[in-house]
């Protein structure tokens, strides 16, 4: 079975402008979560969506945004971006519905780097 | 929130030897917790994880012990080899809706 997949693998922006990152779960998870992992550090929550609808959300601006599709697949988004947000973005799916254990897998990441 | 703390950072081995990762969380409902490996250019891959009902998981050269009075849980590496060499981390749920990672530890195997 395919894994967590997601696109672009690396993306270079500048300041200011916006980006829209890609994930397409494990055939068959409904849950599909958002994190940003800075350069030497563990992963951040930045979202989590089950069955199209938001389940959870980290301390973030907001100028994060994401959403799933009846597919399940998700999109993230970030407006106004700043050199801060430079970032792997990595998105995890679960087959757990919100509640139950956390068992997640991750995706390889989109590298994201703002110039 | 949940916070979890992990150490070593870095840590090096010699081939063969063992490896010890430890981490420690503050909240005392968390009843689930995995470990991750990081490869360069990769995302985290789960490895193993140990929910609050048992206090050992083994799984071929990889371990992980749970101790829920003192609040810790540990990642033991037997036999390392150089394709060992890896970022690892730990985690805990920080509400059902997401997992806190700890800092990380580079684990370096000498051959």
């Known amino acids: 079975d395919a894994g967590v997949t997601q696109s672009p693998t690396h993306l270079i922006k500048t300041r200011g402008q916006h980006v829209t990152l890609r994930c397409s779960p494990i055939s068959g998870h409904k849950s599909v979560s958002w994190y940003q992992q800075v350069l030497g550090q563990g992963p951040q929550f930045i979202f989590q969506y089950y069955e199209k609808e938001e389940r959870g959300r980290g301390n973030f601006p907001d100028r994060f945004s994401a959403r799933q599709f009846p597919n399940y697949s998700s999109e993230l988004n970030v407006n106004a971006l700043l050199l801060g947000d430079s970032a792997l973005y990595l998105c995890a799916s679960t087959p757990h519905s919100p509640g139950t254990y956390n068992e997640q897998f991750f995706g390889p990441g989109t590298r994201l780097t703002v110039l | 929130g949940e916070n979890v703390e992990q150490h070593p950072s870095t840590l090096s081995v010699q081939e063969g030897d063992s490896a010890v990762i430890k981490c420690t969380y503050s909240d005392s409902a968390s009843n689930y917790f995995p470990w991750y490996k990081q490869e360069l250019g990769k995302g985290p891959q789960l490895i193993i994880d140990?929910?609050?009902?048992?206090g050992e998981k083994k799984d071929q050269r990889i371990a992980v012990t749970l101790n829920k009075t003192a609040k810790h849980f540990s990642l033991h590496i037997t036999e390392t080899q150089p394709e060992d060499s890896a970022v690892y981390f730990c985690?805990?749920?920080?509400?059902?809706?997401?997992?806190?990672f700890g800092q990380g530890t580079r684990l370096t195997i000498n051959p």
């Open positions: 140990i929910r609050s009902n048992v």
């Open positions: 985690a805990a749920p920080g509400g059902a809706q997401k997992l806190v």
